[in-house]
């Protein structure tokens, strides 16, 4: 009877856990009958879940009730979270209760720390699967190796890195390029990645590091193709502002002695504190009137963005010009 609550925004990660998880418990004879597939955005199917797993298997193997966007820990009403709790001591043996959200649950709510004490206790189970940010290239690089051991592929050490710069924290992508690399070799190195590896993976903040470099070319590289994959140019000028505001912020704040990175990371609106390491390197010997002026422009690209510009002309015309 345990619940396994399943939780993070690495889709391609959950899903490989939840297959892992149901061809574990489930008779595949007896599956239409023993697996549910429900999704707690649906009015009613929440509730729906918890009477489901009330009912004991039918023939051989466990019932597994699925819940996708799980509200149990995740703004979870009131009338709803009554029903929670009070089904927690009448779950079946041998029913599994699979509670799926991308998000992060709520330590606040008293349907979390309902569940975060039976999963303390040993009766319930939790998985995490988080996605690196952006700009975590370590984080990256263990995902890298977490996808390849998860698929049972041989990885060499040199193909981690191509892999990260091609594809970047797209897990889904990652894990379909490294099912069609297998094809081509029991054990994937850095030739056969750049070989086969098609594509620039980017994303807005690699825009603004090229730009940081001064490498116009890289940066018009990367904005064009962050525009072929369809990204709307506002939302790329919009992550360019808070990341170049952001650097502004540190450097400002360095200038004026501040050593504290918790005050710093405060003071430029970023979530975690830790990364105001790695922006100190980065912005090593830089003075703020740099970043003052990359704000400017980004101005002047958001200008002719919307006097109708089309976005390789006002990126070019505007910050480069």
């Known amino acids: ?56 298997p039918f023939a051989s193997g466990s019932r597994v009730v699925l819940l996708q966007r799980s509200p149990f820990c995740n703004a979870c009403p009131t009338e709803l979270a009554d029903r929670f709790e009070a089904s927690l001591e009448l779950l ?19 349907t979390t720390k309902a569940l975060q004490k039976r999963i303390k206790q040993g009766l319930d ?12 290239g370590a984080g990256q690089r263990q995902l890298v190796e977490r996808t390849a051991d998860a698929l049972g592929l041989q990885l060499e050490r040199d193909a981690i890195d191509p ?13 379909s390029e490294l099912r069609k690399l297998s094809l081509r070799a029991t054990t994937i190195n850095a030739a056969l990645v750049e070989e086969l590896v098609g594509g620039l993976a980017t994303n807005a903040l690699q ?29 790329i000028v919009a992550t360019l502002t808070g990341q170049i505001r952001g650097w502004l912020w540190v450097s400002l704040l360095e200038q004026q002695g501040e050593r504290d990175v918790a005050v ?9 504190p830790k990364r105001i390491y790695v922006m100190r ?9 740099r970043f003052l002026s990359l704000l400017g422009r980004l101005l002047e690209v958001e200008a002719r963005l919307k006097r109708g ?12 010009g």
């Not at 710093?264 to 975690?272: D, E, S």
């Not at 510009?309 to 480069?320: I, K, M, N, Q, Y």
Request: charged letters at 25%.
């Open 125 to 136: 189970h939790e998985q995490r699967f988080q996605l690196p940010a952006v700009w975590d």
């Open 264 to 272: 710093i990371a405060k003071a430029a609106g970023i979530g975690n």
């Open 1 to 56: 009877m345990p619940i396994h609550l399943i939780w993070g925004d690495d889709a391609a990660a959950r899903d490989r856990a939840i297959d892992a998880l149901i061809k574990t418990l489930v008779d595949p004879a007896w599956s239409s009958i023993n697996l549910s597939r429900l999704d707690g955005a649906e009015a009613g199917q929440a509730a729906q879940a918890l009477e489901e797993a009330r009912t004991p």
């Open 92 to 110: 079946a043996d041998d029913a599994h209760l699979m509670l799926v959200n991308p998000a992060k649950p709520d330590g606040r709510l008293r």
């Open 207 to 235: 825009v603004g590091d090229a730009l940081l470099e001064g490498n116009a070319g890289e940066a018009i590289t990367r904005w064009d193709a962050l525009i072929d994959a369809g990204e709307p140019a506002l939302r």
């Open 163 to 175: 892999l990260v710069e091609a594809i970047g924290n797209d897990s889904a992508r990652l894990e």
């Open 309 to 320: 510009s089309s976005p390789e002309d006002a990126f070019r015309d505007g910050l480069l």
């Open 281 to 289: 390197k980065q912005l090593q010997g830089r003075p703020p009137k």
